[in-house]
Every structure is written in structure tokens, then in C-alpha cells.
């Protein structure tokens, strides 16, 4: 994932309320951090207000309570109006605000037009400093969130099925191992007591980032900034360090069984490197090389889509990619210490499945064994730098992802991949491709129907020849005899039905 600016390096700033020109800090506690992309000239204004919340705050047994503080403020009642107050409040300004809570931070994100800044500041800061807590509110955000676990991931969309159980088993033991939406027992749990302690004690000022774009004048930054500082807290609670994720040898193959009429794959593998570390271009290549998110210039794309008609996508990323369904374009507000390598081969026909995963697996090890050639280096970087500049097209996104800089200790991760692609040497892609990617220790998971005999393929290396209703050129063919047979060899596979999952 890109993140930040090339455009708006000369003017981005991170800043502290500690300068006199933008007002003094409160006398109890430290200044706000701000990062800010003014644009005099235009007529509305991007906030968005990040906190360094997430769920791997949620404490032990209350699974879901980072994603259900999160809406009690970004879509509930305030202590002076009700929910339906607050929207007919923001009607005729035609604003609004939406919240993304994820594993590491929540953020509220707004826009406005200068016309109605003052108006739209003071309702935002209403919700964010003077929540209601009512009881219909908690009640309407738990069944949303219960659904999201038992309709939205287990029946309506296998892709994000299969990606949260990817988390989940790579991720197991870890805070990154449970949804953003908690779980059943969980969010059952949750009392409003703990939503109120949770907001006390994790909503405070050093955990605050503010970001404002557009046509906002320095005064009303440092008033807004102001106001949310001395309405925060001045300390909290601290989050522990996260954990390493837990180690993978051998593939290890999680079958979720459920009625569906396709198959989806993912495999994974934790890697040491995000946005900021020496790796994280090269790495960044080699997923574009494999296969960038719903384009046709990957290998895999290319190989399974284009000549032989498996599957719609195929895809390979090193960094979480959010809602795959409902996105894409790389989103902002999701940045993750730590992250996967991950490869997406779906939907494929349950009985070409088997032969699917090993197809991915043999042009993923041939990228490893061998390598990119100069010529495809030049290809994909050539791609990837152009491509990047369709993630920050609005101020919003631009300010988003400057932001997500921020919380990598970077200025801007868009700016350090168009300026350091060029300089990038086949050497120092190939060497990283070496010491991050290799299908040998990885996580596989499969959402299908009549997971048994799967598994029993899987397990025995049954070979999986495939058959076309079409010609199809040599050289597929000359793959497709070693692909049939290529080992998976996994370390372990279990069938999991799908309804035990999330509980």
C-alpha cells in the first residue's frame, strides 16, 4: 500500500501546539500532533481525527470493544442530541463523517465546505468530546457487529471470509487474531460500563493525531487543534508491545467448509518489513510483479486469468489490504505494524481448486528461485510509479495517507516509492525477494464445499490434471504437466465448518 503525497511534501507539516503561533499547548499535559495540507484555494476542508486505538487494545474477553467505542461516537447520540439529531444537524450543510476503526487505529474522517466549518467543527467535537452512551445506540452497533460476523463474513462474501480466517490462523494467539468486529462471545460480553471506561482511559491526547487538508486558515487549526487537546485526556492507558507473530514451518492448510458454489484461496506468511524498512520496495515490486490488486499486468493474473481461464483474480500484496470487496485502492487509515506477504487466487471451480492452489505456488516459488529480469523490474516499476498516482487523487486520501506516515515515523510512504523506484537495483529486489518470500512455511486457507475430499487430495498429492474447452498455447501446456503434480506437501489440514468460526 502507497501512502502520502508527492505534490504536497513542500507543505506538509507535523506539528505541536507548543509553537506561539498556533497557541499554546494545555498547562496539563503535551501538545497535539498535527499533520496539515494546506491548500488556500480551495473551498472545502478534509479532517480527519486519528486515534491510536484499535482492537488489539481490546482487553481479554471483551473482543469488539475498540470497534463498538469507536461507533458509539462516529454514528450515536451526543449528550446534548440524539443520533437522529445529529444527522439532521449535518443535512444542510451536505457533511457528514464516517469512522474506520481497525487493529491499531480508529479514525474519524470528514469533509466540509468552508461555509459551514464552524458549524460542522462543533458537532464533530460534540460526538468526539460529549458522547451520549445511550442504550439503543450500543444495542443497534452490537447487532450490526453480530452481523457482520454470522451474515456478512460466513454468507455473503467469501473473499473477506477467507481473509479474516488468513488472520486468524497466521495470527493465532496474537491481537492481530481476532476481527476488528470482535466476536460473538465477545461483543455478548461488552457492558456499557466498559464502553465508558474504554473511552477514558484510551481516547487521551497523546494517543490523538489531528489532519486537516484543504482551504483552512493556520488560525483555525490551532483553534481546533486546541479544542480537542483540552478535551482529552492528558494521560491513559498504555499499549503494550505487540507480541512478534507467531513462527510458521510447513504449510499448514485450513479448509473452511460452507455451501458455496466456488472455491477461494489464500496463502500467507508473516514478513518482518513496512513501510519505512530497507525492504519494503523491493518487496513492494515483487507483490506488483505477481500481482497488483484488480489489475492485469500480474504473473499470476496473467497466468491463471488470462491464458487459462481459472479464476476472476489473482493478487499478491505485503501489506494489509482493507474490505477487498468494497474496495479498489489501497486504503488510508489501516496502517499495521506488523504485516503478511499474502496471495488471493478466487473464485475457481471447486474442482479445479487443487490445481489452482499449486499453479499459484509454482509461479510464486519461480519468482523466488529465480528472480526478476531486468526487463520485468523495469516493467513493474515502470507500472507501479504511475499506478500510485491513482491512490491520491483527493486531499482526503492524501491527507490519510500522510498520516499513516506518521504513525510509521516517515514523512510520506507514496513520496519515498516514487523517488526511491528509480534508484532501485535488480540486486536489491531479487536479495530481498530471497530473504522475505518463500511458500515453504505459510498458511493456506480454502473456502469451499466438500472440503473432505479436498483435504484427502491435499494430504496424499493426489495429482490434478486440468482439462480446457479450449486450445491453449505450448507453453501452458508445458506448465500445466508440472504444475499437476508440483508438491503441496502440507505439514497439516483441517476442515473447519464454517459456522464455528468467529464465535
Known amino acids: 500500500m502507497i501512502r502520502g503525497s508527492l505534490a504536497s511534501l513542500a507543505s506538509l507539516t507535523v506539528l505541536g501546539l507548543a509553537s506561539s503561533a498556533l497557541g499554546a ?12 495540507l494546506p491548500s488556500p484555494g480551495a473551498s472545502a476542508v478534509d479532517v480527519r481525527v486519528l486515534f491510536r486505538v484499535g482492537s488489539v ?5 471483551k473482543a469488539g470493544l475498540a470497534a463498538l467505542t469507536a461507533r458509539m461516537l462516529g454514528d450515536a447520540a451526543t449528550a446534548k442530541r440524539s443520533q437522529q439529531a445529529v444527522k439532521e444537524a449535518l443535512y444542510p450543510m451536505a457533511a457528514d463523517w464516517s469512522v474506520l476503526a481497525d487493529k491499531e487505529a480508529t479514525t474519524f474522517i470528514g469533509r466540509v465546505h468552508q461555509d ?26 452490537k ?5 457482520h460476523l454470522t451474515t456478512t463474513l460466513k454468507a455473503a462474501s467469501d473473499e473477506l471470509l477467507g481473509f479474516e480466517t488468513l488472520n486468524a490462523v497466521a495470527f493465532q494467539g496474537h491481537p492481530y487474531g481476532t476481527p476488528v468486529q470482535g466476536t460473538l462471545s465477545g461483543l455478548d460480553a461488552i457492558t456499557m460500563d466498559d464502553v465508558r471506561q474504554f473511552y477514558r482511559t484510551h481516547y487521551t491526547r497523546p494517543r490523538t493525531l489531528l489532519g486537516l487538508a484543504g482551504g483552512f486558515t493556520p488560525e483555525y ?26 513462527p510458521v514451518t510447513g504449510r499448514h492448510v485450513t479448509l473452511v467448509e460452507k455451501p458455496t458454489d466456488s472455491t477461494g484461496i489464500h496463502f500467507a506468511r508473516p514478513i518482518p518489513v513496512r513501510p519505512g524498512h530497507p525492504d519494503y520496495l523491493p518487496l513492494a515490486v515483487a507483490a506488483s510483479f505477481l500481482g497488483e490488486h484488480r489489475t492485469f499486468h500480474g504473473r499470476l493474473m496473467q497466468q491463471l486469468r488470462g491464458l487459462r481461464g481459472l479464476n476472476y483474480g489473482d493478487y499478491a500484496y505485503v501489506e494489509h ?20 506477504f499474502t496471495v488471493w487466487v478466487r473464485p475457481v471451480a471447486p474442482d479445479k481448486a487443487h490445481f489452482a492452489l499449486r499453479a499459484a505456488l509454482f509461479y510464486t516459488d519461480q519468482l ?19 499506478y500510485a498516482q491513482l491512490w491520491r487523487q483527493t486531499a482526503s486520501r492524501r491527507l490519510g495517507f500522510a498520516m499513516d506516515g506518521r504513525l510509521y515515523g516517515i514523512d510520506s510512504v507514496i513520496d519515498a516509492l516514487v523517488q526511491g523506484l528509480p534508484a532501485l537495483t535488480l540486486d ?43 486450445p491453449v498455447p505450448p507453453e501452458v501446456t508445458a506448465d500445466d504437466a508440472l504444475i499437476q503434480t508440483y508438491p503441496v506437501t502440507p505439514a497439516s489440514v483441517r476442515v473447519v465448518p464454517v459456522d464455528q468460526l468467529f464465535r
Open 57 to 61: 487494545d481490546d482487553p481479554p474477553g
Open 143 to 147: 447487532d450490526q457487529l453480530r452481523a
Open 116 to 141: 459551514h466549518l464552524q458549524a460542522y467543527t462543533d458537532l464533530l467535537l460534540e460526538a468526539l468530546l460529549q458522547p451520549g452512551f445511550r442504550d439503543e445506540d450500543l444495542a443497534r452497533h
Open 221 to 246: 487549526q490551532s483553534r481546533l487543534a486546541g479544542r480537542l487537546a483540552e478535551g482529552l485526556p492528558a494521560t491513559g492507558a498504555t499499549r503494550p508491545d505487540l507480541p512478534a507473530p507467531p
Open 428 to 470: 536489491q529486489v531479487n536479495a530481498a525477494i530471497r530473504r522475505h518470500l518463500t511458500t515453504a512455511d505459510l498458511h493456506v486457507v480454502m473456502v469451499t464445499r466438500d472440503a473432505q475430499p479436498l483435504a484427502t487430495a491435499l494430504k496424499a498429492d493426489t495429482p490434478s490434471p486440468i482439462t480446457y474447452d479450449s
Open 368 to 386: 523466488v528461485r529465480e528472480g526478476l529480469t531486468q526487463a520485468q523490474l523495469d516493467l513493474t516499476r515502470d507500472f507501479l510509479m504511475r
Open 321 to 340: 489490504y482493507h474490505n477487498p470487496p468494497g474496495t479498489s485502492q489501497p486504503t488510508p487509515g489501516v496502517a499495521r505494524q506488523q504485516q503478511l
Open 25 to 36: 499547548p494545555p498547562a496539563d499535559g503535551p501538545a497535539l500532533e498535527v499533520v496539515a
